[in-house]
């Protein structure tokens, strides 16, 4: 491992998902190091260090969603949560959002996304949505 970039020869569709996969599993171990005092192994620690990552701290859950899926098209495709009514319903009942709140998200999910057809929404997904959000009415 030592002398590899992660990023290196990881392109394609699926290039995202697995820096992505491999970035959490390499900050999972360096959590466990943290949590349990024990110490990585130099060339990993030197592998962890030459990740660029970086966090933003977001007013609410809303503002992070919207961040998440409207950001860039590899992290759509990654989640693919804007084009599958099923994911996007899933994802919003895991950020604790009801179906009242769907027809707002997907307002300013539009707004924000409207300079970059790439990322754009179908019409039907808002009313999909809200049906799988409320099984009583299916």
């Not at 392109?11 to 171990?29: D, Q």
């Not at 190091?33 to 966090?55: A, D, M, Q, R, V």
Request: glycine residues 6%; contains cysteine.
């Amino acid at each position: 491992m030592a002398g590899r970039n992660v990023t290196a020869g990881v392109w394609g569709p699926h290039g995202p998902v697995i820096i992505g996969t491999s970035a959490f599993i390499f900050s999972a171990l360096a959590c466990w190091s943290c949590l349990t005092g024990e110490n990585l192994p130099i060339s990993l620690s030197k592998h962890l260090s030459g990740i660029p990552c970086s966090f933003t701290k977001h007013a609410s859950n809303e503002s992070r969603l919207l961040s998440n899926l409207a950001d860039s098209a590899a992290q759509r495709m990654a989640n693919r949560t804007v084009q599958d009514p099923l994911f996007l319903s899933l994802e919003l009942c895991r950020c604790s959002f009801s179906a009242q709140h769907v027809k707002g998200v997907v307002r300013l999910y539009r707004q924000r996304v409207l300079a970059n057809p790439a990322l754009s929404m179908p019409q039907t997904m808002e009313d999909a949505v809200m049906k799988l959000m409320q099984p009583d009415k299916v």
